[in-house]
């Protein structure tokens, strides 16, 4: 086992020690647990203070949720619905982003020096294990057809790896949690099925909770010059997320195969998952509820992701009506 394999498969708890509810009741305190939280230091806090990391680093563990992948019960479903699963074009991409963020994740732990921001980024590395894992266990028993994966390679500068990923998911969770939402209405998918991916969703809000306050502690503790330099480095972040947006990446699998994958899924995805009529402007305005549900059990304190909720209300103030009321489905 390498060693950044090492991080991102190892909790510090053993996971089958860690309590699994035994009733409904606990069940639905544990659900209740991860999405609300509360730190017990009291005042404001100081951005990039040791306030400030403690409490990141304590929401992150005790907002973990303990379920196992192995364990997770995946409904039975009609042979509409799992040629509809068959049919979207993410599995792919969902498998090969886990397996990224993993160990982009577990190498930037290797470099941070503070241990309590390292404990918090190795258990999202490890919860993002997890997901792989879900995906695997999900895609083998409804018989999903995979590609073989690109091989994983641990990146040169840890620090961009992480922000990549970091910044990936901030955008990507934003859409999915309104696409999520959109599907769990449609009924295009069984509630069972929609109700076993949840704890998966809501992880993502974590973990871009995590990231965000992660990066303004960071940009807090650089000096000037260190943080001129960081912040070329965001934006050349962002261009290169722009330039992967555009499909213009193309990967390579491990028998030496190219392929381009679509990276897009999150924002175009609306008419795989509904029938339902839904306009561009009600997608977006979705997506920003969504986005604000989500959060709203965390302590306030806590920075939340911004980018993509403020664009994506000036969008829909200067979006022209025919643009605004185009149909997605
Ligand atoms: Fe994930
Ligand atoms: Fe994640």
């Known amino acids: 086992m390498s060693d950044l394999e090492a991080i991102y498969s190892k909790l510090p708890e053993n996971l089958h020690d860690l309590p699994q509810p035994s009733s409904d009741k606990e069940l639905e305190e544990m659900n209740y647990r991860v999405r609300h939280w509360m730190s017990s230091i009291p005042g404001s806090i100081k951005v990039g203070s040791k306030e400030h990391k403690q409490m990141v680093a304590q929401m992150f563990r005790e907002t973990f949720n303990p379920y196992r992948p192995t364990f997770m019960d995946w409904p039975k479903l009609s042979t509409d619905e799992i040629n509809r699963l068959k049919s979207l074009p993410i599995w792919d991409i969902a ?15 290797k470099e941070l020096l503070d241990p309590e921001m390292a404990d918090a980024i190795a258990r999202n590395a490890w919860e993002e294990n997890r997901h792989k894992e879900v995906l695997a266990d999900l895609v083998k028993f409804y018989d999903i057809p995979l590609a073989s994966e690109p091989p994983y ?18 955008w990507d969770s934003f859409f999915a949690f309104g696409l999520f939402a959109i599907a769990e209405k449609s009924g295009f998918f069984s509630k069972e099925l929609v109700e076993t991916f949840e704890p998966v969703m809501q992880e993502e809000c974590r973990h871009i909770l995590l990231f965000a306050n992660w990066l303004a502690w960071h940009r807090a503790n650089l000096s000037w ?15 290169f997320l722009i330039y992967e947006r555009l499909g213009l990446i193309k990967g390579v699998d491990v028998n030496g195969k190219e392929y381009y994958e679509d990276n897009n899924f999150t924002i175009n995805g609306v008419s795989e998952l509904s029938s339902q009529k839904t306009t561009l402007k009600e997608f977006l305005q979705l997506c920003l509820d969504e986005n604000t549900r989500r959060f709203a059990g965390y302590d306030r304190r806590l920075l939340r992701p911004k980018t993509a909720p403020i664009l994506t209300k000036l969008i829909i103030k200067l979006l022209p009506k025919k643009l605004a009321n185009k149909q997605l489905t």
């Open 153 to 170: 390679e641990a990146p040169k500068d840890a620090e961009w790896a992480y922000m990549v990923t970091g910044f990936s998911e901030c």
């Open 225 to 239: 010059l260190q943080r001129v330099r960081f912040e070329l480095k965001v934006l050349a972040v962002h261009g």
């Open 95 to 109: 498998v090969h982003t886990e397996g990224k963020a993993r160990l982009r994740m577990a190498a930037y732990v």
